[in-house]
């Protein structure tokens, strides 16, 4: 009797289980159908019609889109984004990875000193610095260019990948790095050759984190960039809405489904390592 209770038992929590995962499932599906089909109509279907009612002509999303870039300046806003999300992440976890390594297995003075210096620029709010950084990049000249969006994504990702690279090495077996010592590798050859190619989930993880913080930016785009062909793609999406907005409802979800998709193609493509990156991290802490 007992038994078939404690069956019962698990077969309820399995359907509970699965109970949850559908409405969890709806309710990050809904916000998504509600822009793909709103994408679909036109600005008279939009005010007329309900969120979810099927459009008239599912084509009409390709004019919208036409329509967004042409306001907004989409199409540079996505290439720029590319560009720092890309630089950006791929600089941030090679510079994080080898100061992790350098903090957690080389002898260096005071490792736990110079990794608290380098997270410390985590501990206070982003705001804090937009009035010095604006005025430092309009003195040097960095002001809306490439390369100085692209220094700023590089250098801010930088402590957040070296508190997951950092957590990663300290649980690495120190065995291997003393067996490629007594085989004659320099510190940078562990590193390169052994050490980097053992800590390819954490990497990916943070590739993905990374290019997914950067991609998703507002705030810096829009104080540190003010043309079409430097400003990110958040930015440039601000000029369908708001105040100043010159979009419909329609162009602006189409602009904004726009804008999503390359960020869900590489978490779709890298979702194996994504996962394994998060399990580490949490065993870490």
């Not at 410390?120 to 705001?127: D, V, Y």
């Not at 991609?215 to 601000?238: C, E, H, I």
Request: proline share 4%; charged share 10%; with cysteine.
């Amino acid at each position: 009797m007992i038994e078939k209770w404690a069956i019962r038992q698990r077969a309820l929590d399995r359907y509970l289980a699965l109970a949850l995962l559908c409405l969890f499932a709806i309710a990050w599906v809904t916000p998504l159908a509600i822009v793909a089909l709103s994408s679909m109509k036109t600005p008279r279907e939009q005010s007329q019609s309900g969120i979810l009612a099927l459009p008239e002509n599912a084509a009409m999303i390709l004019d919208n889109i036409a329509s967004a870039s042409e306001l907004s300046g989409i199409g540079n806003g996505i290439l720029s984004s590319l560009i720092y999300a890309f630089v950006g992440s791929v600089t941030a976890v090679i510079a994080a990875s080898s100061a992790a390594y350098s903090i957690a297995m080389l002898k260096i003075r005071f490792p736990f000193f110079w990794f608290l210096i380098i997270y410390s620029g985590t501990i206070f709010p982003f705001q804090m610095y937009l009035m010095p950084l604006f005025g430092l990049y309009q003195t040097v000249g960095l002001y809306d260019t490439r390369f100085g969006m692209l220094l700023f994504y590089s250098a801010i990702t930088v402590p957040f990948c070296i508190f997951v690279f950092r957590n990663y090495f300290i649980g690495m077996q120190g065995e291997v790095i003393e067996a490629a010592s007594l085989d004659g590798a320099s510190s940078f050859q562990t590193y390169l050759r052994i050490v980097l190619p053992m800590a390819k989930a954490p990497a990916l993880f943070l590739f993905v984190t990374q290019f997914s913080w950067i991609w998703n930016d507002f705030l810096f785009g829009q104080v540190l960039a003010k043309s079409d062909d430097v400003r990110p793609v958040m930015t440039s999406l601000a000029m369908l809405s708001g105040t100043y907005g010159k979009g419909s409802i329609p162009q602006q979800m189409a602009g904004a489904l726009t804008a999503s998709i390359p960020t869900l193609i590489l978490f779709f493509a890298l979702q194996k390592h994504f996962m394994q990156g998060i399990i580490l991290n949490t065993a870490g802490e």
